[in-house]
């Protein structure tokens, strides 16, 4: 079973940038789909990005299509979200998923295996 841990959130003003790593451990990468979720206080769960097993194909949503870059190095075992032009309605807690489905998911429930989530805030 797969374990993942998320890190790179923090503060940063509006325009800015940061980096998302979700580092896993304890089953075989390059065998799970991969994503990125996020959920702001008082709101539901929404799905980011994602990215096949293979790299090849990526999906985001429309709400950061442009902005987000996801990315994955199965030497690392690393999955990352390249996050530019950051926005104050990107403040979330932004989760780090992983999949064993073959094809692309933007459901939060095809994705057995969670980290615990790094903090993203953007201020004004």
């Known amino acids: 079973q797969v374990q993942l841990v998320e890190s790179g959130g923090g503060l940063v003003q509006a325009g800015g940038s940061l980096r998302l790593s979700c580092a896993a451990s304890?089953?075989?990468?390059?065998?799970?789909?991969m994503g990125w979720f996020r959920q702001a206080p008082g709101k539901e769960r929404e799905f980011v990005a994602a990215?096949?097993?293979?790299?090849?194909?990526?999906g985001y949503a429309d709400s950061v299509k442009g902005r987000f870059t996801i990315s994955r190095d199965d030497a690392k075992n690393t999955v990352f979200l390249q996050m530019d032009s950051l926005k104050p309605e990107d403040t979330a807690l932004y989760y780090c998923?992983?999949?064993?489905?073959?094809?692309?998911?933007?459901?939060?429930?095809?994705?057995?295996?969670w980290g615990q989530g790094t903090q993203v805030t953007v201020s004004s």
């Open positions: 998923a992983a999949a064993t489905t073959i094809v692309i998911t933007t459901l939060w429930q095809g994705y057995p295996y």
């Open positions: 304890g089953g075989s990468f390059s065998s799970y789909g």
């Open positions: 990215i096949s097993r293979s790299g090849g194909r990526t």
